[in-house]
Structure formats: C-alpha cells, structure tokens
C-alpha cells in the first residue's frame, strides 16, 4: 500500500510541477511581449527589420506551443469514464484511476469498482509471492481483506493467513477489573488473571487497532466496525511477542 502511495504522490508532484512549468512560461512569455498583442502581431511589425527579432522569444513561444499540443494530445488520447464512485475513473481500457485535486492519478492496484461505489485492490507481497485481496467501500474504509497464494488459490487457514498480513489474534483476561478503563488497581482480580488462562475472542487486529473476524466460508476477514467503536484503549492491550494481543476488561465499579 505504501508503494501505491508514493507512485501517486510522485505522479502529482510531476503534474504539479508541469503544471507550475507552463505558468510560468506563460507569465514569462506575457511580460516579453509588454505592449505586443501576440507573437503574430510582433512578426508582421517586424517582418523587413529581421535583425530586431528576439530570437530567444520565438524559441520560447515554439516551445509552449509544443508542450501544450504534447499535453492535448494526452488528453484527447485518454477518455476517462465515470464510476460508481466519484473518486475513482476509468479508461478505454479499463485502467482505473484516482481523482486527486482535479488530476488523474493511474492506480494499478484498483481491480474493480462496483455498482455500490465500493471497490477491490490487489496488493502483491513479494516476500512471499502473496496477493492480499481489500475490499472497501465508497468512502475507502477496508471492509473486508483476503489472501492468495502464488497460484492464486484463497489461504483457507485463518491463523496462517494472519501472521502472513500481520494480524494479531485477540485474547482477553478471564476476570474483569473493578474501576475503570486506565483507572484499576484490582489486585484480586490481577491474582487472579495470573493464575488464569487468558481467553481467544475470536477476533484479529491490525496495525490501527482495527478488528476483523475470521468468515470461514469466503475465507476471509471481515471488518468488525461495530466492534472499532468499542475498541479498548492502548492502556489496556498488551502487545504480546507470539503475534496476539491481550485485552483487560473492566466492570465500571470502583475498587
């Protein structure tokens, strides 16, 4: 995802600095001319008196001319093709792209856009020749995330499947503390967790603290948002080193 990023921050800064190229140029090119209504009128005026010709100018002119037809061109080459989605176009070809401050940045990870604005990406991890599958909807929040082999077959086993796109299963203590979220000094209820095995709720979480559930049918992982709502805080998560996290509870009753 990083890699689509920056592609599409280096495609705007290019856009941007052709686009602050030709300003300037024309800025330029105006402030020559001074009282001069056009190149045109210059040359017939001094079509008998070549020695006061500013060649420089010409050269100038010739070379706007030439990177505005490039850009034409360009343009009239490519058809761009609404969407479902208002951020997203598509081409002749069914290349997609995204609508970023008025330009149109090609994003070859885009799959499909459908009839609900909502889309697909397909990200390759080279380290493992993997493809992850991320659905999202129209306003880009991940709705769902898939992994593929080499050979394009789904990864069925969830635990493989996690520790292969970093997600960390989710365990929760088995007693709850008094108090509150940060706030708990229960050290009955941290006696007994210690003693105690700690319990899988069936959940994952990704890098941004956001849970997903494991659907066994499609062999994916879903995006719980109703459970992001409810998230714990960071104070209550401890980041264990065998790929789980593990989650305090609280009562809400003061200790």
Same mark, same amino acid.
């Given at each position: %995802?990083?890699?689509?990023?920056?592609?599409?921050?280096?495609?705007? %800064?290019?856009?941007?600095?052709?686009?602050?190229?030709?300003?300037?140029?024309?800025?330029?090119?105006?402030?020559?001319?001074?009282?001069?209504?056009?190149?045109?009128?210059?040359?017939?005026?001094?079509?008998?008196?070549?020695?006061?010709?500013?060649?420089?100018?010409?050269?100038?002119?010739?070379?706007?001319?030439?990177?505005?037809?490039?850009?034409?061109?360009?343009?009239?080459?490519?058809?761009?093709?609404?969407?479902?989605?208002p951020d997203i176009k598509c081409d002749k070809n069914g290349n997609y792209y995204r609508v970023v401050n008025g330009n149109f940045i090609y994003d070859r990870?885009?799959?499909?856009?459908?009839?609900?604005?909502?889309?697909?990406?397909?990200?390759?991890?080279?380290?493992?020749?993997?493809?992850?599958?991320?659905?999202?909807?129209?306003?880009?929040?991940?709705?769902? /995330?898939?992994?593929?082999?080499?050979?394009?077959?789904?990864?069925?086993?969830?635990?493989?499947?996690?520790?292969?796109?970093?997600?960390?299963?989710?365990?929760?203590?088995?007693?709850?503390?008094?108090?509150?979220?940060?706030?708990?000094?229960? %050290?009955?209820?941290?006696?007994?967790?210690?003693?105690?095995?700690?319990?899988?709720?069936?959940?994952?979480?990704?890098?941004?603290?956001?849970?997903?559930?494991?659907?066994?049918?499609?062999?994916?992982?879903?995006?719980?948002?109703?459970?992001?709502?409810?998230?714990?805080?960071? /104070?209550?998560?401890?980041?264990?080193?065998?790929?789980? /996290?593990?989650?305090?509870?609280?009562?809400?009753?003061?200790s």
């Amino acid at each position: %995802m990083a890699n689509s990023y920056f592609k599409m921050l280096n495609a705007k %800064m290019n856009a941007d600095y052709k686009n602050d190229f030709i300003s300037d140029l024309q800025n330029d090119l105006r402030n020559s001319l001074q009282k001069e209504d056009d190149l045109f009128s210059m040359l017939n005026a001094k079509q008998n008196k070549s020695q006061d010709l500013d060649i420089n100018l010409l050269l100038k002119y010739y070379m706007l001319n030439q990177i505005m037809q490039t850009s034409q061109s360009k343009i009239d080459e490519v058809k761009y093709a609404d969407t479902s989605n208002p951020d997203i176009k598509c081409d002749k070809n069914g290349n997609y792209y995204r609508v970023v401050n008025g330009n149109f940045i090609y994003d070859r990870t885009i799959k499909n856009v459908k009839a609900d604005g909502s889309y697909i990406l397909e990200e390759k991890k080279n380290e493992h020749s993997l493809k992850v599958l991320k659905s999202f909807d129209k306003n880009g929040n991940v709705l769902s /995330v898939q992994v593929l082999d080499n050979n394009d077959n789904v990864i069925k086993n969830k635990h493989y499947a996690a520790e292969l796109i970093g997600l960390k299963r989710e365990y929760k203590k088995k007693y709850k503390y008094s108090g509150y979220s940060g706030n708990s000094r229960d %050290m009955v209820a941290s006696l007994k967790n210690f003693l105690s095995t700690p319990i899988e709720t069936g959940y994952f979480m990704d890098f941004h603290c956001k849970f997903y559930k494991w659907q066994q049918d499609t062999a994916k992982f879903v995006r719980m948002q109703d459970r992001d709502n409810d998230s714990p805080l960071l /104070v209550d998560i401890e980041f264990c080193d065998n790929g789980t /996290v593990l989650r305090q509870e609280y009562i809400g009753i003061a200790s």
